[in-house]
């Protein structure tokens, strides 16, 4: 359908449902206040369309179109329109065809109380004390896990399907096929990027991949928060002062903590744990070893009755809840050979076919660069493809934008990120060749990516 304007917080959308928030998962990956890279209206043509059951994807194509697409992996679990103010705007503004979708995740997470959550093995029940979640028996539903578990393997597949989908729209709404098309993606879709580029680079020109998950048997999400949530709760009970915790979470390739005098935003390492829903490490240690790890069983009651980690505190009564329910067994968990084979399945190898840019901050507590940015790099060295690989470590940069409002001295990496698509285009488009292939740089302004 054609629409005066493209863009985000003008195009329609969707209406928002249980776990399924179009603008909202949009907003919250940038920084608030932070303009729009397209000033102007944006005439075009938005496309909404699904490659099977619980699948969605969005292709938008303006009216003045340069010949170029852009396809988006997805972060998290998002919806189709959560690179809409990331990387929407800024390619349409530029005359680009937009694409991005859902990886085949019909809704995000549903928060709920134990007693109406549909499947008690598969559902989160919140640890902490914030807002009475965790006294209501409150518990996260994933549309990855119910009502059918959506693989990881199929996320990284998605991306090439609709890269093959995105095409098709394109021609039938302008009749050409476009000429050149570049991947795009954060955090988990960064990593859909790296597959891309691995795995079926015959389908774009080049690609830009940012705070990119890695995934190797190995070296793994699963492998690494675990020994940051075993630690955590004496360094939050010590007001954040036991040097011993915080070494052990640095030894285990974490960016040191940042602390300020801030009462609502104290340590940043807390605001990826305990005080900020959706508690990033313990929620996403959960998901994956569900996700991954066939051996991985969990259950939770009504109420659940799980006791808060970091201050001991409990309901009264028996805990209604076993195995991964129990923020006790999130803390232990190391993966399983099953886990290990399911990851294989999907692993990231290097062996990368297309130019690509890699961004990540040096204070992303979350997807950390020492165990997601530089194992990449060690491996597309390995593969002999490190004369298509530009990596920049942004300083300061957080994992999702949104965190740069909480102060840290934390910078938004979204600059960067938008330099750096500008360069991939010199790089495919122009043929330059910029310095540093194969080499991690540094950078602390936008232009110092050249």
């Known amino acids: 359908m054609h629409h005066p304007d493209l863009r985000s917080g003008h195009v329609p959308l969707p209406a928002p449902g249980p776990g399924y928030d179009p603008a909202g998962d949009a907003a919250h990956l940038v920084k608030m206040g932070t303009p729009s890279p397209a000033s102007e209206p944006i005439p075009g043509t938005q496309l909404l369309d699904s490659l099977g059951r619980g699948q969605r994807f969005v292709v938008r194509v303006p009216d003045d179109w340069n010949g170029d697409l852009v396809v988006c992996g997805t972060p998290a679990t998002r919806s189709e329109f959560a690179n809409d103010t ?3 705007d800024y390619a349409m503004a530029r005359g680009y065809a937009f694409a991005s979708s859902n990886k085949g995740i019909p809704y995000n997470g549903i928060l709920e109380p134990s007693s109406a959550t549909p499947d008690q093995s598969s559902a989160y029940p919140i640890p902490f004390d914030i807002e009475g979640l965790r006294q209501n028996g409150m518990v996260v539903r994933f549309g990855a896990l119910w009502p059918n578990v959506v693989p990881v393997r199929t996320w990284h597949e998605d991306l090439g399907a609709i890269v093959r989908a995105a095409k098709e729209h394109v021609r039938a709404v302008t009749r050409k096929a476009p000429k050149r098309t570049y991947a795009a993606g954060l955090s988990i879709g960064g990593g859909q990027v790296r597959w891309l580029l691995e795995r079926e680079p015959e389908l ?14 190995d070296e793994n999400i699963l492998g690494y928060l675990p020994e940051f949530i075993r630690a955590m709760p004496a360094y939050v009970r010590s007001g954040y002062r036991d040097a011993g915790a915080h070494e052990a979470i640095v030894a285990a390739g974490f960016p040191p903590d940042r602390i300020q005098a801030n009462s609502a935003h104290p340590s940043l390492w807390d605001d990826h744990y305990s005080r900020l829903a959706p508690f990033y490490a313990d929620l996403t240690t959960f998901a994956f070893a569900k996700l991954l790890d066939s051996e991985a069983d969990s259950w939770c009651g009504d ?3 799980v006791t808060n980690p970091v201050t001991g505190a409990s309901e009264g009564g028996p805990c ?32 990368i076919e297309r130019p690509l840019i890699g961004i990540a901050g040096t ?3 979350f997807v950390t660069p020492q165990h997601n940015f530089e194992p990449y790099l060690r491996a597309v060295r390995a593969a002999g493809r490190g004369d298509r690989y530009w990596q920049y470590l942004v300083e300061g940069g957080p994992h999702v934008d949104g965190y740069a409002a909480l102060g840290y001295g934390l910078q938004p990496q979204l600059p960067f990120v938008w330099h750096a698509f500008d360069q991939l285009v010199r790089l495919v488009a122009d043929g330059e060749r910029p310095a540093g292939a194969g080499t ?4 602390r302004e936008p232009n110092d990516i050249a």
């Open 204 to 217: 774009v020109d080049g690609g830009l991949e940012w705070a990119s998950v890695y995934w190797s048997p």
């Open 303 to 305: 109420p659940p009755n």
């Open 320 to 351: 209604n809840a076993r195995d991964l329910a129990l923020p006790a067994a999130r803390a232990a968990y190391l993966p399983s050979r099953a886990a290990k084979r399911a990851i294989a399945e999907f692993a990231h190898s290097g062996q």
């Open 363 to 365: 204070a992303d507590m």
């Open 86 to 88: 990331i990387f929407g």
């Open 440 to 443: 991690a740089r540094l950078v």
